[in-house]
């Protein structure tokens, strides 16, 4: 059991100002007290640089990382970076899957990020024969986050079709489960067991690949599972063109509307990328506060397009950040991403402020993952910090009124010098205190599941 901490933070980000000499306590899991302008006490944690509530990464496939170069040699679409992924799932285990993730993991929590939104769908062994444990690449995933000292909404996907009226195939078939009933009751197994065994660092949500993966009818059953169980529903939405067209072609509707009328959008609702939107689409979001994760990296990566993030902010839709394939883990460069990506749409500057920008990359992605709880320094709130060293070449000659723009428009994840998650230190130095090497970590479990291992 953890007991009471202090740390003295030189410069502490408070939600809506940079305040100095910022004393912060805590008790096992929460913060008690926040006190600025004070001394650092006797047997106070020191934090030099400006402290953080820790990052919240709302949508990742952990997988992913081990198409980082490779998926970039050569030209193509996102349906040919498809294939490349489906290559690398139709080689994962349990065992391999959970090397993998607890490796990646523990990269984001170098890179400041206390909880990931893992949206989960490899669910099945190879032809889609379901595991002895159904849910066992699910634990596995569960299993990383506690190792690295992070933790986790496991967002399970149903995933039952190809695209829309087509079958799964290939490595797809490990994704399904035939039906809405039958991922539901295979996530009440799951959901059942996770509060019984009281893992504290990890919560169950639901989530919809897209409308190309689960069927018209089948989309209403998996929001009911999740206004039910009062989770988290997550949902891929029009990332690319494609995806409206056919939608538009089968039901007559954009994919927003589709979800709209099965019930699928509200407040506990996010929905990833929203990168090619209607004006009608974009009225359904802001109206049923249904939020919005951008990922700016893949999305320019995968050259699917800029999001509309300061329409979607005008609608009433709050933004959240996530990393997604990881082509690059770095929380801050995806929140920088939305400002500069909007100046090069409008040629102006200027449209988000580094506070919006930090709220996106902490509230808000902590509230699109269920912990409502985290993401604020403030008492009764996780006790999550991330310290960004001010010392480094890019951040050099900082000042404190300037502290959150330097920050978001030029810290990158190496200036990241430590980060607590629920009250325990897991980085320090830059040094994660839970897993010694974690390239190394990462190169073996990479070379595991690309066919590079010797």
């Keep these: 059991m953890m007991g009471d901490m202090k740390w003295h933070a030189d410069l502490a980000w408070l939600g809506d100002e940079v305040a100095a000499d910022v004393l912060i306590e805590a008790s096992g899991e929460r ?56 290559g690398v799932a139709a080689r994962l285990d349990p065992d391999s899957y959970h090397a993998l993730a607890k490796a990646v993991y523990a990269e984001m929590a170098l890179a400041g990020i206390s909880c990931v939104g893992e949206f989960h769908y490899l669910h099945h062994g190879p032809g889609g024969v379901p595991y002895d444990n159904p849910n066992v690449m699910g634990d596995a995933l569960i299993a990383a986050a506690a190792d690295a ?52 660092h990890a919560r169950i949500g639901a989530a919809i690949h897209s409308v190309r993966a689960v069927p018209r009818e089948q989309i209403h059953a998996v929001a009911v599972w999740a206004r039910e169980h009062e989770t988290p529903l997550h949902v891929h939405l029009s990332e690319q063109p494609a995806e409206n067209e056919a939608c538009l072609r089968a039901y007559g509707m954009s994919p927003t509307r589709l979800l709209a009328e099965s019930g ?34 893949t999305e320019r990566d995968l050259a699917d397009g800029i999001g509309p993030a300061s329409r979607l902010r005008s ?31 409008t040629r102006q500057r200027g449209h988000w402020h580094a506070g919006e920008l930090l709220a996106a990359a902490t509230s808000n992605g902590h509230y699109g993952l269920g912990w409502p709880e985290a993401g604020r320094l403030e008492p009764g709130a996780y006790a999550d910090l991330v310290t960004v060293s001010l010392d480094s070449v890019r951040l050099a000659g900082t000042k404190r009124e300037f502290a959150a723009e330097s920050v978001v428009f030029a810290a990158t994840a ?35 599941v690309t066919g590079d291992a010797p």
């Design 315 to 345: 609608a009433g839709t709050p933004i959240c950040l996530g990393s997604d394939q990881h082509a690059v883990i770095d929380l801050f460069e995806e929140a920088r991403a939305v400002e500069l990506d909007e100046r090069l749409l």
């Design 31 to 86: 913060f008690t007290t926040i006190t600025s302008g004070v001394s650092a006490p006797d047997g106070a944690i020191k934090l030099p640089g400006l402290t953080l509530p820790g990052l919240a990464n709302a949508h990742s496939h952990a997988f992913h990382r081990a198409l980082r170069g490779r998926a970039q040699v050569g030209s193509g679409t996102f349906w040919t970076w498809r294939e490349q992924m489906y």
């Design 414 to 448: 190496a200036d990241v010098r430590h980060v607590v998650v629920s009250g325990r230190q897991i980085v320090r130095d830059g040094h994660h205190l839970l897993i010694d090497d974690v390239p190394r970590a990462l190169t073996t479990a990479i070379d595991a």
């Design 149 to 200: 000292g992070i933790r986790i909404t496991l967002l399970d996907a149903c995933y039952l079709a190809g695209g829309i009226e087509q079958p799964l195939e290939g490595p797809q078939l490990r994704f399904g489960d035939g039906s809405a009933g039958n991922w539901a009751r295979r996530l009440d197994t799951l959901y059942d067991h996770a509060r019984k065994v009281g893992r504290s």
């Design 264 to 297: 699928a959008l509200g407040a506990r609702t996010v929905a990833v990328h929203a990168t090619h939107l209607s004006d009608d689409d974009l009225g359904l979001l802001g109206a049923t506060m249904t939020g919005v994760c951008m990922c700016p990296t």
